[in-house]
């Protein structure tokens, strides 16, 4: 039969009951058939309890978990300081699941708990494990075979023997001529009369003709 593991923890601000202004809670917690109770902390607004039930569960996947909070009296009956209900199909198989219940009836206050679903539950999703990828051998390609260079035979022209050279044949250097003095054209100024000029030759120009004149 499937088991349930039950840890109530502690409770907080709770509503007060007494003439005092504090309470004395405690809890009982059922589960299908089972019933169980803690212990009663006197005179405490926020309990510490730390106390663990097992139960058997019949239907996981419809019964719940009930939690109910009272304040112990001595001459009346206990007041209720709440209660909060749990779903067992929301747990995981094997994983102790804290929570914080807020209480339903109750001006404030909250329930603190630890449930582990021993063995029933929703399976742990566990991550497949990488496989390692096969890594694919390196195709290796063929190196390519390096053809030796071809060295084309240099040819050698025959060495001229110097008595085959060919005789260059040198232009004589000319010579630089030789400047002839440029001749220079002198010119003779007379005062007086014009000089006579010869025969056949005509006088210059704003000058008698020859033979005319005074003497």
């Given at each position: 039969?499937?088991t ?12 007060a ?14 589960c ?20 663990s ?7 996981p996947?419809?019964e ?50 630890e ?47 110097p ?23 002198s010119?003779?100024?007379?005062t007086?009369?014009?000089q ?20």
């Amino acid at each position: 039969m499937p088991t349930l593991n039950i840890t109530v923890l502690s409770a907080h601000n709770l509503v007060a009951k007494d003439i005092t202004g504090t309470s004395d809670p405690y809890c009982i917690i059922k589960c299908g058939r089972a019933k169980h109770r803690t212990s009663t902390k006197p005179m405490t607004l926020n309990p510490a309890w730390f106390e663990s039930f097992t139960v058997s569960v019949m239907d996981p996947m419809r019964e719940s978990v009930t939690f109910d909070l009272y304040d112990k009296d001595l001459i009346s009956n206990d007041d209720p300081l709440g209660s909060a209900v749990v779903q067992l199909n929301t747990l995981r198989r094997g994983v102790p699941e804290r929570m914080t219940l807020n209480l339903m009836g109750a001006r404030s206050g909250v329930l603190m708990v630890e449930l582990n679903a021993l063995d029933f539950g929703q399976a742990m999703m566990s991550q497949p494990m990488m496989q390692p990828m096969m890594q694919q051998p390196m195709m290796q390609q063929p190196m390519m075979m390096q053809q030796p260079m071809m060295q084309q035979p240099m040819m050698q022209q025959p060495m001229m023997h110097p008595t085959m050279m060919p005789m260059v044949q040198t232009q004589p250097m000319m010579q630089p001529m030789m400047q002839q003095p440029m001749m220079t054209q002198s010119t003779t100024y007379t005062t007086g009369y014009p000089q006579q000029q010869a025969y056949g030759v005509p006088p210059p120009m704003g000058y008698p003709p020859y033979g005319g004149g005074y003497y």
